[in-house]
């Protein structure tokens, strides 16, 4: 069945970087579009960035111009460099794959603490 794990997660302190990884396995099929997601305690999960086959990118406001996602077809994973991290980043952050004949897939999540 279709796998996606994440690492990269961690403490890191206010303005430092992390970059977080999440590898598809399980499929011989290609994936459409992936993403990251995050789910602060006590809040309802929201997008990240997303990014299609092609290179296409969408970020959310809070993220643009500190966060960059890519992805490398060829090993069906997905990445997320994070940049000048702030305290209200601190979540879990989620990866999804969506195949185009079998759906949508999601990760087990990997924690991002920031600190002050």
């Known amino acids: 069945q279709v796998q996606l794990v994440e690492s990269g997660g961690g403490l890191v302190q206010a303005g430092g970087s992390l970059r977080l990884s999440c590898a598809a396995s399980?499929?011989?099929?290609?994936?459409?579009?992936m993403g990251w997601y995050r789910q602060a305690p006590g809040k309802q999960r929201e997008l990240v960035a997303t990014?299609?086959?092609?290179?296409?990118?969408n970020y959310s406001d809070s993220v643009k111009d500190r966060f960059t996602i890519s992805r490398d077809n060829a090993k069906n994973t997905v990445y997320l460099q994070m940049r000048s991290l702030k305290p209200e980043d601190t979540a879990v952050y989620y990866c999804?794959?969506?195949?185009?004949?079998?759906?949508?897939?999601w990760g087990q999540g990997t924690q991002v603490t920031v600190s002050s």
């Open positions: 999804n794959a969506d195949f185009p004949l079998t759906g949508l897939y």
């Open positions: 399980g499929s011989k099929f290609p994936i459409s579009s």
């Open positions: 990014i299609t086959r092609r290179g296409d990118t």
